[in-house]
């Protein structure tokens, strides 16, 4: 039986390399993408080598209908994983409006609607699985990334109360918490201030993508099959 994954955020680093490990498996797949075409098209081009079906999906989860663009493209789908995401840095206090509704619904209001709308098919799937990329901050919380901090816990408290809902129908919901990431989320630090993370990591390095992306294959296999409603901190030690 063929098995179909959507992977939002598939043209960012940690989706990318999840879109890899998982095409390598066997999956077929579900690539969304919001801006990032050219990116886009490259996955496309690496998937090749693979035997699967790879549909890449364009919506912005930001926008109003942007979740229901995304779902009337899916027919069949076994498992979700959600690695959409995007930082804001800055203080509390400057924090507009329209940032807030765009974090908001980018990394809350959207993986509701689209696990609202994925439902009937997860529940047809023996395998029905769903991966929420979280973040560090939102166990932790981070000054000057407050809403980010915020958005990324209202993930790991969906992740655990969603998971509690559907164990009976064999749903398994679970999240991935990174610390720092070697992707472009990071780009915006100067060479100094990665060095300096870095130093605070006691394994002296940020993770690669595909170290995330090894646990969200692992937590969307059978070795998983017992397991729900778990953060996986995926950080290198870093504020555990």
Request: aromatic share 8%.
């Amino acid at each position: 039986m063929k098995k179909f994954a959507l992977i939002t955020g598939a043209s960012g680093g940690i989706g990318s390399q999840t879109a890899n490990i998982l095409a390598e498996q066997g999956w077929n797949l579900y690539l969304h993408y919001h801006s990032n075409e050219h990116a886009m098209k490259d996955l496309l081009r690496h998937l090749d080598q693979f035997q699967g079906e790879f549909i890449p999906v364009k919506a912005d989860l930001t926008a109003e209908g942007g979740p229901e663009e995304l779902l009337s493209h899916i027919f069949q789908v076994d498992a979700v994983v959600f690695a959409s995401g995007k930082p804001l840095y800055g203080l509390f206090q400057d924090i507009a409006d329209r940032e807030m509704d765009d974090m908001w619904n980018l990394h809350v209001k959207s993986p509701v609607r689209i696990m609202q709308g994925m439902l009937p098919k997860l529940l047809n799937s023996p395998v029905g699985s769903a991966v929420i990329v979280s973040s560090i901050w939102g166990e932790t919380g981070a000054a000057c990334e407050v809403l980010y901090s915020t958005v990324k816990g209202a993930q790991i408290a969906l992740v655990k109360s969603l998971s509690k809902e559907l164990a009976r129908n064999g749903i398994r919901v679970n999240a991935i918490a990174p610390g720092a990431v070697n992707t472009d989320m990071m780009s915006g630090f100067s060479t100094e201030e990665l060095a300096m993370i870095a130093e605070e990591i006691p394994m002296g390095r940020m993770a690669e993508p595909f170290e995330v992306a090894n646990t969200i294959e692992f937590l969307l296999s059978p070795k998983a099959s017992y397991i729900t409603g778990q953060v996986i901190s995926v950080n290198g030690g870093w504020y555990t």
